[in-house]
């Protein structure tokens, strides 16, 4: 896929090609767990890690975070084959896309900020609806933001990894009874908003077989950057 950003991908020059270890060097270092070698977000928070360059002593630091803290998804320009010590637990290709649209005057839902208060009704929606890895500390990362509608959380969205200049949307779902009211887009547009008032460009991934997100994410103005590799690795069977 072309780099449609600032940048060039093919040299690993933009921010969001190494996307993860620029989070947890800037924005997110406090989220950080591991070395100059290694990094990864705690797994409560999200299951991430990066790698500085994929050298034996890189995946050494690794191995001690997935040992220490279970499995590591990698998110990377090119696909990576681990060394020995490490077992693949699943590979995909996802698309990075950005937002160079046109924030247009919409009605905004009567959204709420989500909390730890929320945490409970937030697993329960994500877990039925599946928009990608969410766990009991991911509202942690900040921006998290729903919709409630007769007792329940009906939809949700928010902030995921940030990093200089630019902010990830994530967790975007829609309780199955609520959907087709167009619910998901305009938190979306409501987040675009946000993140657009801090002069950061926002941000997504989604899987590339996901045509049916995918679509939708071009209607509301993303464009797709390129693709990118997930790996999520776990200690090798004994």
């Known amino acids: ?9 093919t040299s690993g ?14 924005k997110q270092r406090r989220f950080a767990l591991g ?5 990864r977000f705690p797994t409560a928070v999200a299951p991430f890690a990066a790698l500085k360059g994929p050298s034996p002593a890189s995946f050494d630091a690794l191995r001690e975070l997935i040992a220490a803290h279970g499995p590591a998804a990698l998110v990377t320009p090119d696909e990576i084959r681990p060394p020995a010590g490490l ?4 590979r ?6 950005v937002w160079q ?5 919409a009605s905004a839902p009567e959204h709420v900020t989500l909390a730890e ?3 409970p009704d937030m697993l329960a929606l994500t877990t039925a609806a599946q928009p990608g890895p969410f766990g009991p500390r991911t509202f942690e990362l900040g921006g998290y933001i729903g919709v409630r509608s007769e007792g329940r959380l009906a939809a949700m969205a928010g902030e995921r990894m940030r990093l200089d200049g630019y902010t990830e949307i994530s967790a975007v779902c829609v309780d199955a009874a609520f959907r087709r009211q167009g619910l998901a887009a305009r938190l979306i547009r409501a987040l675009i908003a946000t993140i657009g008032a801090r002069s950061e460009t926002p941000f997504l991934h989604v899987l590339a077989t996901n045509q049916v997100a995918i679509e939708r994410y071009l209607a509301l103005g993303f464009v797709v950057r390129r693709e990118m590799s997930l790996l999520v690795l776990g200690e090798a069977q004994a």
């Open 1 to 9: 896929m072309p780099d449609t950003t600032t940048g060039n991908a």
């Open 13 to 26: 020059a933009h921010a969001l090609d190494q996307v993860v270890w620029n989070a947890l060097t800037s």
């Open 117 to 119: 208060a929320d945490v």
């Open 35 to 39: 070395n100059d070698r290694a990094l």
């Open 87 to 90: 077992s693949v637990i699943r």
């Open 92 to 97: 995909a290709t996802l698309l990075q896309m």
């Open 101 to 105: 649209g046109t924030l247009e005057p």
